[in-house]
């Protein structure tokens, strides 16, 4: 019973749709980033060196085993280092593309959380933590004069 408790506090608090809205955009997100680095930025460096498609780059350790009919016996054992190439552009781009959000979702945050700022609306917390500072300082300055 404890545990079904503790499942239907998780999902009223918005936590398990929270994560579910994050899961849906990261797996959203990250067909836009594989259709950006194959369409995008793979073709100008294809172009760039000739017409190589990264994707195929490999190292051969060794050759794959043919019949007389050519159907294959044993699979080649080969290194896809191209693969890994289009895998590392496409942690790049991913981790430019969530540093710039990040920071653009601070910038925000930071303007929001600046009481003195009227531009933004502050969040009830925060306004109501820098009162109770403020207040906390004019006592400790009132009890300061009261000790001299």
Known sequence: M???KEFK????????????VGIIIGASFNKVIDVLVKKVFLPPLSLLTEGV????KKIILKDAVLDA???ILKEEVAIGYGALG????????????VF?????MN?????AQDTKDKTVATPKDIELLSKLTSLMEEQNSLLK???Q
């Open 53 to 56: 498609n990264f994707q195929h």
């Open 9 to 20: 506090e998780f999902a009223v608090k918005g936590n398990m749709m929270d994560m579910a």
């Open 69 to 71: 009919s050519d159907a």
């Open 145 to 147: 004069t009261k000790k």
């Open 86 to 97: 289009e895998a590392m552009i496409d942690f790049l781009i991913v981790g430019f593309t």
């Open 100 to 104: 710039i959000v990040v920071k653009f």
């Open 107 to 111: 910038k925000l945050r930071n303007k």
């Open 2 to 4: 404890k545990l079904l």
